[in-house]
């Protein structure tokens, strides 16, 4: 079954740590995106990449780091650096202008 | 500045009770309008695409449509499953790639 992969479900982040959420895709897309998603607002842009090697910021990109080395995957670092990292993160992938599709997510939060 | 609100925040509906959700935007070239559904702890799942006024689309108890301002989709006579979170997103051309602006969503409880 053709799909968007997220790991882990669930994330805990100490004071100072860096933490990395996965996210592979076997649909085939060249495209893929990470959005962050809080209590009362619309989802938020983090980066998005539109091919291998290649990737630009969002809305709030600052905290965070990727990667795209392979079609199939996208991870996201949250660094020490974000100060409001709590939240539920959500992968997605599309091809060009068509509708993106979405992974289940990870919700981080803090210990 | 772009924008995209979604109303009611919340709406409770008896089952078989029909009613609409609405999506109304203020951006500058509107490429698409999505619906997507989303339960909780789970990603969105598309919907519907809708791409110039006057365009609906229909599955099962839900239609969605399209004006130059606002979207609706509409619910007829809903079912307890129906219940999840209702998102729509605008697609616009911007920074040299297909934008998505996001609503905060409607949350739907339809009980029996």
């Known amino acids: 079954d053709g799909g968007i992969t997220q790991s882990p479900k669930y994330l805990f982040r100490k004071e100072g740590q860096n933490v990395t959420l996965s996210c592979e895709q076997n649909?085939?897309?060249?495209?893929m995106y990470w959005y962050r998603q809080d209590p009362g607002q619309g989802l938020r842009l983090i980066y998005y990449?539109?091919?291998?090697?290649?990737?630009q910021k969002g809305d709030i990109a600052e905290g965070y780091s990727v990667s795209r080395e392979k079609k199939e995957s996208f991870p996201l670092t949250v660094t020490s650096a974000q100060k409001n990292p709590t939240a539920f993160y959500l992968c997605?992938?599309?091809?060009?202008?068509?509708?993106?599709?979405f992974g289940d997510g990870t919700r981080l939060s803090i210990l | 500045e772009d924008q995209v609100t979604q109303s009611p925040e919340a709406l409770r509906l008896q089952e078989g009770e029909s009613s609409s959700l609405n999506c109304s935007y203020t951006?500058?070239?509107?490429?698409?309008l999505f619906w997507y559904r989303q339960d909780p702890g789970k990603g969105p799942e598309f919907l519907f695409t809708?791409?110039?006024a006057g365009e609906e689309k229909e599955k099962e108890r839900l239609k969605a449509t399209l004006t130059k301002k606002e979207s609706f989709l509409h619910i007829t006579a809903p079912k307890p499953e129906d219940s999840a979170t209702y998102l729509c997103?605008?697609?616009?051309?911007?920074?040299?790639?297909?934008?998505?602006?996001f609503g905060a969503g409607t949350r739907l409880a339809v009980h029996p």
């Open positions: 990449s539109q091919i291998v090697n290649d990737f």
């Open positions: 649909l085939n897309h060249d495209a």
């Open positions: 951006v500058s070239g509107l490429r698409g």
């Open positions: 997605a992938s599309s091809f060009s202008n068509q509708p993106q599709h």
């Open positions: 809708l791409y110039s």
């Open positions: 997103a605008v697609q616009m051309f911007s920074g040299g790639y297909n934008k998505l602006i």
